[in-house]
């Protein structure tokens, strides 16, 4: 799929619903113990995010673009120091692009925030190729909910993690330390012209061509990491620095960030094995959250036939509390939720 129709469809999908705010329907008598918060905001710094987090109260339906979701929106935060992640979205995508992980995670006692990565989303592809300011955002945001976020006292700025898909598992990845070696890009590239990658890459100013700064975060102590891209460059030596403890998915089926030279290589040279999952059967867009009826045409929402992308998300969602409960958590009691 060309960068030109991949944005195209995501404008087309989501620039109505999203320029008229959101469209809410209806309320649910909701488990107090499972209640979701939710905010969208635009920081002072231009950063646009969506949090999500324990809540109480009556949720309503929000229609976001191809999705939907059920929370309290500017609800209540309910307990204390809770872990923190951070999500990543893919080319192309925005804060909305993985709101029922967000929302899972938020149901188990996490604080969510996803950013709209600037530059690189749904309205504005003008910085695609831009890995050091895509990773820069990344830890802006970190930043801003440690700091000046309403919720900051309720966050353990020791328990922070993040999730990252395609280009979002590329930003993760530099954010943990990653340093990838650029320089097979041009071979890769003579020999994979009609990828998505280099289709993309040959279409923009490349600041990829040199060496990347340092971007390490070492605020980040886990991140699960879903088809990163650029795979191909991550070296044993690119990988090194990278340390902390990695859930990684690979999409069996994926035509974007086709195997082999994708998740391959970052499953094989990280220092210490990640935690691997693949999925048979999933293409690269079945991460995305699953869409709400009706928008089944689009292409970024559907599945191969057999593949049940809700039922995927039950168990990567599950594996991600599993995994963060885990690396972040540890031996710390989880919260009791309160009404």
């Known amino acids: 799929m060309s960068l030109r129709l991949y944005v195209c469809l995501l404008s087309v999908m989501l620039f109505p619903c999203l320029n008229s705010a959101m469209a809410e329907s209806g309320t649910r008598t909701n488990n107090p113990q499972r209640v979701v918060g939710c905010q969208h905001i635009v920081t002072p710094g231009g950063l646009e995010l969506g949090l999500w987090y324990p809540s109480s109260g009556t949720t309503r339906l929000q229609t976001l673009g191809p999705y939907e979701q059920e929370c309290v929106a500017e609800g209540p ?24 992980c967000a929302a899972a995670l938020a149901q188990a006692g996490y604080i969510v925030v996803a950013l709209t990565e600037p530059g690189d989303n749904w309205r504005d592809t003008s910085h695609v190729t831009d890995l050091a300011g895509r990773t820069r955002a990344m830890s802006a945001a970190l930043t801003y909910m440690l700091s000046d976020s309403p919720l900051r006292t309720h966050i353990d700025s020791n328990r922070v993690g993040a999730f990252g898909f395609s280009a979002g598992g590329l930003t993760a990845l530099l954010a943990a330390g990653a340093r990838p070696d650029l320089a097979r890009l041009r071979p890769w590239c003579v020999d994979h012209a009609r ?8 279409k923009h100013t490349q600041p990829t061509t040199g060496s990347l700064p340092s971007l390490l975060d070492p605020r980040f102590r886990a991140m699960s990491i879903a088809a990163p891209a650029l795979g191909f460059t991550m070296t044993r030596n690119a990988l090194a ?14 035509a974007v960030l086709p195997a082999p030279g994708s998740v391959e290589p970052v499953r094989d040279n990280l220092p210490t094995p990640p935690e691997y999952h693949p999925v048979r059967g999933a293409g690269h867009f079945d991460f995305l959250a699953p869409c709400r009826i009706g928008s089944d045409a689009m292409s970024i929402c559907q599945s191969a036939r057999g593949f049940s992308r809700p039922a995927f998300h039950e168990t990567l969602n599950r594996e991600l509390i599993v995994f963060f409960d885990r690396t972040l958590l ?3 009691p989880r919260l009791t939720p309160k009404p």
């Open 241 to 254: 620095q990278v340390t902390l403890p990695v859930q990684l998915w690979q999409a069996m089926d994926d």
């Open 77 to 100: 935060i309910r307990n204390e120091n809770h872990a923190l992640i951070v999500v990543s979205h893919g080319t192309g995508g925005s804060w909305t692009s993985h709101l029922d």
């Open 195 to 202: 990828s998505f990658t280099c289709a993309l890459l040959g």
């Open 330 to 332: 540890g031996d710390v």
